[in-house]
């Protein structure tokens, strides 16, 4: 199972007041382009959890196919508080699920809910329960964060330029 919070790149509202915001001051990011062209290990049967941000949800729903995974469902982190956007000020993250091969659903009255309510981290920063939540999705299967952050976690295989030792 893949969980990836792709470090996406896009454009700030404004250069003279919004660049204190941007991802490109928290950590290093990635175009679109760059983040579709990486190379995922995951199973012939295997799930793809991945982060879209509101501006970026077409760019996330590309690279999931670009991945090799086919669009399921979305479930919506919803924030403690409002934080930037462009339309309106932002408060929920999408968390696409996306498949490939023979990875069956839930079994009905098994599915976590499409809304889960978490306190926001330091930017960018994921609440557990997700991760959790695909702990108990898929307990004996590998699982892969991908641009992870942080230190070990057990159970998991952990990829990125901020993650601290190994599991």
Not at 55 to 74: C, N, Q, T
Request: with cysteine.
């Amino acid at each position: 199972m893949i969980y990836a919070d792709a470090p996406w790149r896009f454009e700030s509202y404004s250069r003279e007041t919004g660049l204190d915001r941007a991802a490109d001051n928290h950590y290093p990011t990635m175009t679109t382009a760059e983040i579709a062209a990486l190379q995922v290990p995951a199973a012939r049967d295997a799930a793809c959890f991945l982060w879209g941000t509101v501006p970026m949800i077409e760019d996330a729903h590309s690279v999931l196919a670009a991945w090799g995974f086919e669009y399921r469902s979305k479930q919506y982190w919803f924030k403690d508080h409002d934080g930037t956007g462009y339309w309106f000020r932002n408060r929920v993250e999408e968390l696409l699920i996306g498949t490939r091969g023979d990875v069956p659903a839930p079994a009905p009255g098994e599915q976590f809910p499409q809304v889960i309510e978490a306190p926001v981290g330091r930017h960018s920063e994921k609440p557990p329960i997700f991760r959790e939540m695909i702990e108990r999705m898929f307990p004996s299967l590998p699982k892969l964060e991908m641009f992870a952050r942080g230190g070990p976690v057990a159970g998991w295989e952990r990829w990125g330029n901020e993650v601290e030792g190994t599991a």
